[in-house]
């Protein structure tokens, strides 16, 4: 599947936008770089799957929780109050794409350093099969 050019550039807008909410959390929450991540993100991911389907699954009846907490930690964070608002946003963070966690790390066990790191006894049963919804116990 090849990426348009303006899925190019919703890539990199997200990157950069998850780049500066990691620096703004480890400078001690500055607010300035959070709401610029903010918007990078928000912008990338419009820019990658489009207008319409970010409105959809923003709207889904059952991601209305995540969407109100997702917002509204943006919200809180444009208005300075940065460690509360990642506090909200990252919960509706994990509403929101909370589905695609399994994805992900069915993805990351393929690859060569990473599965046999994802494999290791006390990260798979604990960690890993967790998020990834194994519904195997460990023996």
């Known amino acids: 599947m090849w990426l348009s050019d303006a899925q190019k550039i919703g890539v990199a807008l997200t990157t950069f936008g998850t780049l500066f909410m990691f620096l703004g959390v480890m400078l001690f929450f500055d607010a300035a770089l959070l709401a610029l991540g903010n918007m990078l993100f928000l912008s990338g991911l419009t820019l990658i799957i489009g207008p319409q389907k970010t409105f959809y699954f923003f709207a889904r009846k059952q991601k209305l929780r995540g969407t109100a907490c997702f917002i509204g930690g943006i919200l809180l964070v444009f208005m300075k109050y940065a460690f509360i608002g990642m506090i909200v946003e990252i919960f509706g963070f994990l509403n929101l794409f909370g589905d695609f966690f399994p994805v992900v790390v069915t993805f990351l066990r393929q690859l060569p350093f990473i599965g046999n790191l994802l494999s290791l006894p006390y990260i798979r049963p ?9 519904r195997t116990s460990a023996v």
Request: glycine letters at 12%.
């Open 126 to 134: 604990q960690i890993v099969d967790r998020i990834a919804g194994s």
